[in-house]
């Protein structure tokens, strides 16, 4: 079977969660159940941009641009985006806007 290829439309972004930290600062080992979701993860793939009517009855419009690039870690919403499970992997796809920060 071909390895699927996701590309996200319009302002959308595929991020591949980080790992959560297993280990508290005090050296206690967390079990699965007690983990909390990642917020952070590495950009994948980034859709085109956002696209708006700017008011014109013609075929005009404007598109949004995308400030995340593909291989930034970034913050996003803990409640943003959806989850999807491709090949066996966990992803996030967010829409640019669920994103917080940019994290370097």
Known sequence: MAKKTITPLFDNVLIKPLEAEQ???SG???PDSAKEKPQM???MAVGDGAVCACGDEKDSC???EMVVK???KVMYKKW???EIKVEGQDWMIVEQKD???IVE
């Open 70 to 72: 593909v291989g930034q």
């Open 23 to 25: 280990k508290l600062p």
């Open 41 to 43: 993860g590495e950009v």
């Open 99 to 101: 994103i917080l920060a």
């Open 62 to 64: 404007c598109k949004g």
């Open 80 to 82: 943003g985006g959806n």
């Open 28 to 30: 206690l080992v967390l």
